[in-house]
């Protein structure tokens, strides 16, 4: 079966941290873009990271620069995000999601997202 599996999410206070972890059954993600999608309450699903299939470029939503640090383990098969700093804004659903190239994660188009995950939730209090 083909499938991308977050965990790592949780309630955490603000200033706080959380490492999700997106790890792929089925196929290989060396060969993908994987990128970390963001849903809050009642907003649109937008992309936050990106780490390209060769490792390099690295991309992030400008509301997460300096906190957020994306990264591989293609012999782990995952792909995790490091959140530091959090804030209340960064609550949401997170989604992990393959696609052939980070412009996809970072113009949000769902359509070319080749694997998606169920989503891990993030909730961070003040």
């Known amino acids: 079966q083909l499938q991308l599996v977050e965990s790592g999410g949780g309630l955490v206070q603000a200033g706080g941290s959380l490492r999700l972890s997106c790890t792929a059954s089925?196929?290989?993600?060396?060969?993908?873009?994987v990128g970390w999608f963001r849903q809050g309450p009642g907003k649109e699903r937008v992309g936050v990271s990106c780490?390209?299939?060769?490792?390099?470029?690295?991309w992030y939503t400008d509301s997460v620069k300096g906190r957020f640090t994306i990264s591989r383990d293609n012999a782990k098969n995952t792909v995790y995000l490091q959140m530091n700093s959090l804030n209340p804004e960064d609550t949401g659903i997170y989604y992990c999601a393959a696609a052939s190239m980070c412009d996809y994660v970072g113009l949000s188009i769902y359509s070319a997202v080749e694997y998606w995950g169920k989503g891990t939730s993030v909730t961070v209090s003040t």
């Open positions: 780490v390209s299939g060769n490792d390099s470029p690295t």
């Open positions: 089925g196929f290989t993600l060396e060969s993908y873009a």
